[in-house]
């Protein structure tokens, strides 16, 4: 397990889930736009987290790693500048 899939394990432990499936998890270049903006979630009041990593690829197999886990998502190939990894608490006003 990477240090990012520990580190966002931990936080999703720790903000109370009962399973990754109430998480969704991707990879972004631009993490807040993505997860501000895209999947409409709170900077406030949702529960988020999102970590750096080295490059692209270790950013898709941290996600992937996510996925196997059970969060939801999907690892999208092809974006070389996609090294951010986010996952989100899934609520009512988060968009998948």
């Keep these: 397990m990477s240090e990012i899939v520990k580190d ?3 936080h999703i432990k720790a903000c109370g889930a009962k399973s ?4 969704y998890a991707g990879t972004a ?3 807040e736009e993505r997860l501000f903006y895209h999947h ?3 900077k406030e009041d949702d529960s988020w ?4 990593a ?3 690829t270790d950013a ?3 996600a992937a790693e996510l996925h196997e886990l059970g969060c939801a998502g999907a690892v999208e190939d092809g974006d070389e500048d996609a090294n951010y990894v986010y996952a989100y ?3 009512e006003t988060t968009i998948q």
Aim: hydrophobic share 35%.
């Design 8 to 10: 966002i394990s931990a």
């Design 20 to 23: 990754y499936s109430e998480w």
């Design 29 to 31: 270049a631009d993490s």
């Design 40 to 42: 409409n979630v709170s």
């Design 49 to 52: 987290i999102r970590r750096k």
């Design 54 to 56: 080295g490059n692209d």
């Design 60 to 62: 898709r197999a941290a």
């Design 89 to 91: 608490e899934i609520t």
